[in-house]
């Protein structure tokens, strides 16, 4: 059955439609809320250094919470978990959208609403990994990825393009309103879907919770697939860390512009995600996650390079989207790529009874360099243009793709009876 075959298929099962609507609601809203967020805190506190910070903090419930939630979720109805915690975020958001609309948010505030958001997604995560599976038949996954990636990044680009209008005609409050709002639909949807196969909660009601989080870490050790992942994602993310925290002051003193570079970002981010997550099924067949690792390294170094040159034409407006946008979209397309790839390994290869433990510890992990990249880069901010540390970063990742080339990292996707037999001797946590 050819690609387009599956595509067509799947979006004649009900369940598969609710699900992909949930997440394009969620996306747009997410979408509108970067920009929004973005700038609210830079309004808010005027300094790259407090920017830093906050996207730091923003990930720090990823990193420390989210592990016991896994363990935790595991033994919860899925669906429920998933639809409680977009609730609870359309209530917590839209109390955020208000106190900001009158003037009541001072940084230290923002800080808390970033902690409390970021930690209501920490159980959310790991319920969503362990969602997809049950709501979809196994062979259709790949495609299921594929496409719900690139009709998700679709609508990032209708919301990143709509956040500019939203916001300069309404306001970042009403921006802030309505990605609450997709937060309520959203779990609506997600009420509505049927689960095809058992939850596999069941299986484990009788172990305590750290015992729970004890084999789900055990199990994580003993998989060398997620492992060597945790190692690629936890250097790439810190490499990353100063052109995701200072994207503000890129815009602003980097390019000499403001917050409309921030849509045309999101726009290329958007564009460059669509076409990469199409890609996906073709790259599955004939690059590894090893080539497709070294290839997506060197490609961001590149052009983390290369975005700096804005510099250089300081409030040109043509140039300067061209550069940011050109830059950002081929980094995009092949990050796309990547998560694409990245996702169809680690779904294969881990178990079903222990998917919300291994994406808990697996996302925590993978984040865990994000908040100290970002202390970090608060810290150089003061002392370092913010082009000069993206520079310095880009070289870093160009240092990481040959690394990666010269190692070996193992990423070959174990059959069932391996995976039985290394589980019964190296379940145990030692």
Aim: glycine content about 8%; hydrophobic content about 55%.
């Amino acid at each position: 059955m050819n690609d387009k075959i599956r595509y067509r298929d799947l979006f004649k099962k009900k369940n598969y439609r609710k699900f992909m609507f949930s997440n394009l609601i969620n996306r747009f809203g997410d979408s509108i809320d970067a920009i929004a967020f973005t700038w609210l805190v830079y309004q808010i506190t005027h300094s790259g250094a407090w920017s830093a910070i906050i996207f730091g903090l923003y990930v720090l419930p990823n990193v420390v919470v989210q592990p016991f939630a896994g363990a935790y979720v595991e033994k919860l109805n899925k669906k429920k978990v998933i639809v409680g915690t977009h609730i609870l975020r359309f209530g917590i958001i839209s109390f955020f959208a208000l106190l900001y609309m009158n003037n009541l948010l001072n940084p230290y505030m923002t800080l808390v609403f970033a902690l409390l958001i970021t930690s209501i997604e920490s159980f959310n995560l790991p319920a969503g990994s362990a969602f997809l599976p049950m709501i979809v038949d196994e062979k259709d996954i790949p495609h299921v990825l594929s496409i719900n990636s690139a009709l998700s990044s679709a609508a990032c680009l209708v919301g990143t393009g709509a956040a500019g209008i939203i916001i300069s005609k309404f306001g970042i409050g009403t921006a802030m309103f309505i990605d609450a709002l997709t937060f309520l639909i959203a779990g609506i949807l997600v009420s509505g879907i049927k689960v095809l196969t058992k939850d596999v909660k069941e299986k484990i009601q009788g172990e305590k919770y750290f015992d729970t989080l004890k084999n789900g870490l055990g199990y994580i050790r003993s998989n060398k697939v997620v492992v060597n992942l945790c190692i690629v994602m936890v250097i790439a993310n810190l490499s990353l860390v100063p052109l995701n925290s200072l994207l503000a002051p890129i815009a602003n003193e980097g390019f000499g512009l403001g917050s409309d570079l921030l849509s045309v970002i999101g726009i290329a981010n958007a564009v460059g995600a669509i076409l990469g997550a199409i890609l996906v099924p073709r790259v599955q067949k004939k690059f590894n996650l090893k080539q497709m690792t070294v290839c997506t390294t060197f490609i961001l170094g590149v052009f983390m390079c290369v975005l700096t040159t804005g510099r250089f034409f300081k409030g040109e407006k043509l140039l300067g989207y061209a550069i940011a946008g050109l830059s950002f979209f081929i980094m995009n397309l092949f990050a796309s790529m990547f998560a694409g790839l990245t996702n169809i390994y680690f779904l294969k290869s881990v178990k079903q009874e222990f998917l919300s433990r291994a994406a808990a510890v697996f996302g925590a992990i993978a984040t865990a360099s994000i908040p100290v990249g970002s202390f970090v880069v608060s810290m150089l901010v003061a002392r370092i243009n913010a082009m000069s540390l993206v520079f310095a970063a880009g070289i870093i990742m160009l240092i990481c793709a040959a690394v990666f080339y010269l190692i070996n990292l193992e990423f070959e996707i174990k059959e069932e009876t391996e995976n039985t037999e290394n589980e019964n001797k190296e379940l145990a946590w030692n």
